[in-house]
């Protein structure tokens, strides 16, 4: 009986182990997977507080609407990622400004998941390998993957700006339920 306690414990903690030791192991990758991780969550959480009848609205005309926004954002995501894994760009739905907005955050979240897939390819011994880019560029791995999480966090500071205009909170402004 003791023997299957431990087994049971062990089976577990190894998962947790596995986890803690690829932050161990891979300390920069894992950093850029953490703020990739918290700016999805961000977006997704502003598509999805911002009503239907405002994926029309922007600030000034020069600006893209929310919901150009969204398909902008999620065609950049398939496209970069692509790159940081030398991978075909993600075969998930491509969406236009002229989408529902339940296409529009479907096509969000599966480039934010084929992004996350992509980053938890990553290790820091190949960060410095250089990629294919925008522009027919090379960068860095690491190049490529500040860009991915750098664009998230301009568009989410964007759109956090539409909501207000909207009355509306962004979900970083929003009180955290305990």
Known sequence: MKRLICLAVLCLIAPMGALAQDAATNPLSATL?????????????TAEIMP???????????????AQAMAHIATV????CGKLIEGPPAPGP??????????????L???LNYCT?????????RLGDKVPFFGGRQVTRLGAAL???HDLADHYASLAVYLRLNGLLPPTAQKKMK
């Open 52 to 66: 239907a009848s405002k994926y029309g609205y922007h600030p000034t005309p020069e600006e893209m609407t929310f």
């Open 147 to 149: 860009e991915v999480t």
């Open 33 to 45: 997977s953490g703020i990739l991780s918290r700016y999805s969550k961000n977006l997704i959480g």
């Open 77 to 80: 995501n398939n496209f970069s």
């Open 94 to 107: 491509k969406t236009t400004d002229k989408d529902s907005k339940e296409k529009l955050i479907e096509g």
């Open 109 to 111: 979240k599966a480039s």
């Open 117 to 125: 897939e992509a980053f938890s390819k990553l290790t820091d011994a």
